[in-house]
């Protein structure tokens, strides 16, 4: 058996066999992160914890800015565009997020008072902050161009050394200071600006370009256009933590980052299957066949939310494991925030469509408008029923995404596709408000165990019964 399968992976090319590491590398980094938790959540009390969370909200948000995400999609592109200078661009494009950076830094250190009151982080947490967006972009172009150019072998054993080790040291550091939360985002950050560190020296002593004009026009041109939809997207994820530390307090916003996190686990799934799906959906586009898109979009769909009851069902469960009795309240966001994991793997069906017709500007719109509405909900709505109020506006927002994103789908349907229906979008209808009502009635079920064990049970022997379909999603998802 070991060596059929030895003999088969030395037989796939290149690509496959980089991209099935690339893949590890991603479950590997996100899976240490994961396991992690419940060891930081017990030696760490909800108000320290919930300092941390923010912290990394912000720092999601703010690194798009400060950073302009060059590393993005701009990068890639760039490594085709300039192909015969990848080192020169890649320096270059280094030099100007680190300018970027150095620039927003130095507004911050003129004003450090001012910032402070707007982000309630104090100036140890800031400076942190900044000295991890000037290198850790470095680590980010680094790796982004391995996965270019299929270089796996290095990019494994350093995701491995790094997601190891972070996690170690900040157990250390944790456990033995008294101001755990400072110890906690130094640890992690140390960590990343060591890495980032080395490798802004590779880059520059390879490139030994930091201006290159055309390269500067070229990515801000490319890339500040696509920031508010990049913005967008990370605000709708991050922002309820922040705006619930601000409106309530840190505690509340560690109970619900717990929950968040957790539901988490289930978007590794269905974020491999959709991107699995991403290349037979354009191949079936180019080809006109249709079909196999209808029938294997609603299979994916049928996971993502036969996934999405099991984590709803057993909310209680996964709290107790990955935190202690302090965080039990998360029960009752482990439902919405799983079902806005749900709602993201389907209106993805309809994003890759508009992806492939190149209409990426109607994205930026719908993500912009979904996100400026969750934030207008929030406040109103953890200002007057509580911090858990964030996981319903969220999943109706994402709601909307995916109704915005259905309707652009219409339109691409009559102009593009002859008003054949390449995605079941009645099936998918039907299911999605179904899973909203077994959301609600999961909640109710909370309070009888044994009643819960019996449904998840039923979908154990529903999911044997279809075994052939499922295994035909994840042999499509084996074969990219």
Same mark, same amino acid.
Not at 40 to 66: A, H, P
Not at 205 to 231: C, E, Q, R
């Given at each position: ?20 590491? +690339? ?43 400060? =950073? ?21 661009? =890649? ?9 970027? =950076?150095?620039? +927003? ?160 686990? #289930?978007?590794?799934? =269905? ?45 209680? *469960? ?7 009795? *302090? ?15 749900? +709602? ?7 994003? /890759?469509?508009?992806?492939?017709? *190149? ?28 911090? #858990? ?45 179904? !899973? ?10 909370? /309070?009888? !165990? ?6 998840? #049970? ?23």
């Amino acid at each position: 058996m070991v060596k059929k399968v030895i003999k088969i992976y030395n037989n796939l090319n290149i690509g496959v066999k980089a991209s099935f590491w +690339f893949t590890f590398c991603n479950f590997f980094q996100k899976g240490i992160s994961m396991l992690s938790i419940p060891i930081f959540t017990r030696l760490m009390n909800t108000e320290q914890y919930g300092m941390y969370s923010v912290y990394q909200s912000w720092y999601s948000i703010l690194t798009i800015i400060v =950073t302009l995400n060059l590393f993005a999609g701009v990068y890639n592109r760039g490594l085709v565009k300039y192909e015969d200078d990848r080192n020169g661009f =890649t320096s270059s494009m280094l030099g100007l997020s680190f300018l970027a =950076t150095l620039v +927003f830094f130095i507004v911050y250190l003129l004003k450090i008072n001012f910032w402070t009151k707007v982000f309630e982080l104090n100036s140890i947490y800031m400076i942190t902050m900044f000295c991890e967006m000037l290198f850790v972009p470095a680590y980010l172009y680094w790796s982004a161009r391995q996965r270019f150019e299929y270089k796996y072998i290095t990019l494994v054993i350093v995701t491995i050394i790094v997601s190891l080790i972070s996690p170690i040291i900040g157990i250390i550091a944790v456990k033995m200071s008294d101001n755990k939360a400072v110890a906690r985002v130094l640890s992690y950050a140390v960590v990343q600006i060591c890495v980032g560190i080395v490798f802004f020296i590779y880059i520059i002593s390879k490139g030994k370009k930091i201006y290159v004009k055309d390269y500067w026009t070229y990515a801000l041109g490319f890339n500040l256009p696509l920031i508010p939809h990049y913005l967008s997207q990370i605000v709708l994820n991050q922002a309820d933590r922040i705006m619930i530390s601000r409106i309530i307090g840190t505690n509340e916003a560690a109970i619900y980052s717990v929950a968040y996190n957790i539901s988490l686990i #289930m978007s590794l799934l =269905t974020n491999a299957i959709n991107l699995a799906f991403v290349p037979s959906l354009f191949n079936s586009l180019k080809s006109k066949k249709y079909e196999n898109v209808k029938k294997n979009s609603t299979y994916i769909v049928l996971i993502a939310a036969g996934l999405t009851f099991v984590a709803i069902l057993l909310g209680p *469960e996964l709290i107790k494991i990955f935190a202690p009795v *302090e965080y039990y309240d998360a029960i009752w966001i482990i439902p919405p925030v799983s079902m806005s994991v749900y +709602f993201i793997a389907v209106y993805g069906l309809f994003v /890759n469509i508009e992806f492939y017709y *190149e209409k990426t500007s109607y994205a930026m719109y719908v993500s912009v408008t979904g996100a400026l509405i969750n934030i207008l909900l929030n406040w109103l709505f953890i200002t007057k029923y509580g911090y #858990m109020a964030a996981g319903y506006t969220t999943v109706f927002c994402y709601i909307l995404f995916t109704i915005g994103h259905y309707l652009m789908y219409k339109y691409l349907n009559k102009r593009y596709l002859n008003k054949v229906d390449i995605v079941n979008t009645k099936i998918i209808f039907l299911i999605s408000v179904s !899973l909203i009502i077994l959301m609600f009635l999961g909640i109710v079920l909370y /309070n009888f !165990l044994w009643l819960r064990y019996f449904l998840i #049970m039923v979908l154990i022997i529903i999911g044997v019964i279809n075994r052939n379909k499922i295994l035909n999603v994840v042999k499509l998802v084996m074969s990219k």
